[in-house]
């Protein structure tokens, strides 16, 4: 009988595509390759099989644009399995987009920097190691200072996204709040993701008519950052979105100064780094709940609803103690008593939430990964003892699915598991928890 661990590996080595040198998230549902799913999933191969990590990052630099953008999507292959694709996307109307791959002209959580130190955490050939580091990391600088320069419009070292795909919290209740201010025409199109899953576990129909049309806008600007920021009716300031390129920072600082030399790019690296904490805390921690909030810079206004999202900011040590105290005493009173599993990816209290649907209200693994590292990180052993517990326990009972219902008594016949299944960074993350 195989091992949780044995499992695990399957899976990984099943998604791994040699023909292209990438992992797909899961088969049929996500056929191509995802910016922050690659990052996370490489974290799990690192334990097991380094040249995988390794070509998995180098796979997804290489469809780096000239500006240092990074897309959420690279489409490897032609499939109709798919909606949106590569056709409908367009990304080859930005100027300096990457000729050589089809992609999407959105992004999603910069975690490759954090990915990058982690692999070198879990190497053990640690010169070698260091040496594919050197020869990547400055790609990654370069997706800082995209950022950075692209994405902040008031300077304030905290950047936006400009749709909900780029959150990668897709249909997080938190957007109800944009579409509400958008009124977008009924497109006519065939989703595809609903033939391949419950479409109870899916995005309505009327919410991908708000995705299309945010797209459709910047399409029509060919994808211009200036005109996105003027235009986008979704513009949001995300504490999980800005905790991935805090947390990145710090490791790319880390690993320039183990490699030696690069003063200037440490210097600018702290620099940012110091404005987008203080910002961070100013501006996106809501006193009132007691933990981070999105921001809207469209509309001028916090959105203030609690998230799994509010609570990442741990995982990159952006909270003083005072704040991590006061974030652990909300989490665990509304997400974290008995009847459920931690944590959910939306405030079980709220009439919003939704055990079954996506990201508003399942558990998912990644945010799982980064809720543990973060709460141990501030000594929250226990806790954070609790994160990883549930998360094996979870995992072991229903499969490796996508994300799993937050309510405990929903696990009682092992069916809690939704979304796809398969999914690699369930598999990737279960792995580095396991070791
Ligand atoms: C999807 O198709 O739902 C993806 O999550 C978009 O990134």
Redesign the pocket.
Known sequence: KKTLQQKAEHILDSNFKTEGEFTIPCENLYPFQ?FWDSGLIAIGFAHYDMQKAEKEIKTLLKAQWSNGFIP??IFHTETDSYFPGANFHRSDLHPESNPKYKSTGMTQPPVTGFVLKEIYRISEDKGATLKFIESQIDKVYDNHRYFYENRDPQNEGLVYIYHN?ESGT?NSPIWDDIWKTMNPPEYDFERR?TTHVDPEERPSKREYDHYLHIIEIAKANNYNDEKIAELSPFLVQDPLFNAMLIKSNESLIELYKLIGGHENKIKQLKKWQQKSITSFNDKLFDEELGAYVHYDLRNERALKHLSSSSFAPLFANIPDTEKAETMVKVMMEKFGNENQYLCASFDPTSERFNPKKYWRGPVWVNLNWMLYNGLKQYGFNDIAERVKTDTITIIENNGFYEYFDSRKEMHKDNKAGYGGNNFSWTAALLIDLLN
Request: no cysteine; net charge negative.
């Open positions: 995802w959420h999507i795909w897709d993701d």
